[in-house]
């Protein structure tokens, strides 16, 4: 599987706007987090996930979220090619990364928060945490 953009929309009318993502599932979803980096550390990286899907989305703000597909668990190439994609506010769609990749999450202002939906349970958790160095892929290109 490789990861994928879920688009959703927004409707406005003299109510006010509602944001939606309808072709989102939440079948396999067992927990979720809001995540609002500091302003002075505005990025959070590197975390794999041999196990987890996760799915981000964008409740105010914006992000740039980055991810790369682990060639080896141990010691991964450093030369990995690293894929981004921006989420905002107003998007409404869904960044879907499967099990497989590391990512990092970089806010693009402040107060920005980014809920992420995991399909793995709590307990298994440990078994699939994969963490690197914050420099370990140039994400400043």
């Known amino acids: 599987m490789i990861p994928k953009v879920i688009q959703g929309g927004n409707f406005s009318d003299h109510r006010g706007i509602i944001s939606y993502v309808n072709d989102f599932s939440f079948k396999d979803i067992e927990r979720f987090y809001i995540i609002s980096n500091s302003d002075e550390n505005p990025i959070r990286a590197w975390q794999g996930h041999k196990l987890d899907s996760k799915n981000f ?53 402040t107060n920005s928060k980014l809920i992420s939906f995991s399909t793995l349970p709590l307990i298994n958790v440990k078994e699939d945490d994969a963490r690197y160095p914050s420099d370990y892929w140039n994400i400043n290109e």
């Open 57 to 109: 989305y964008c409740v105010s703000g914006s992000f740039k979220i980055h991810f790369v597909k682990i060639d080896n668990w141990e010691n991964p190439s450093k030369d990995l090619p690293v894929e981004t994609i921006i989420v905002s506010e107003f998007d409404s769609k869904i960044v879907h990364i499967p099990t497989g990749y590391a990512n990092a999450i970089q806010s693009l202002e």
